[in-house]
Nanobody, 117 residues
């Protein structure tokens, strides 16, 4: 089992920034991927960004250049800095963890981000 603890989130005006963090603990395989998903009201959950256990990031197109996900090599804590937030970034953000060799997904409790114009 893997436990995820999220922090950050909140309400901001468009153009401002927020930072999210997520720490994983428990039975953690050496090679894994952590990431953030988000779900807006009435929409499906979507992948925002991921970072591997060696620190390689990946982003959905709509956040490239605005969001930066980071994680020190070998660390089980990831951070995502979100700059120039837009109204369409509003939603509940969920931390996700999965091992490279296992199909099991683990999820955080979710944190709300609201961007007002």
């Amino acid at each position: 089992q893997v436990q995820l603890v999220e922090s950050g989130g909140g309400s901001v005006q468009a153009g401002e920034f927020l930072t999210l963090s997520c720490s994983a603990s428990g039975s953690i395989d050496r090679f894994n991927i952590m990431g953030w998903y988000r779900q807006a009201p009435g929409k499906q959950r979507e992948l925002v960004a991921t970072v591997t256990s060696v620190g390689a990031p990946a982003y959905r197109d709509s956040v490239k250049g605005r969001f930066t996900i980071s994680r020190e090599k070998g660390s089980n804590t990831m951070t995502m800095r979100m700059n120039n937030l837009k109204a369409e970034d509003t939603g509940v953000y969920y931390c996700n963890f999965r091992s490279i060799d296992s199909p099991q997904d683990y999820w955080g409790q979710g944190t709300q981000i609201t961007v007002s114009t």
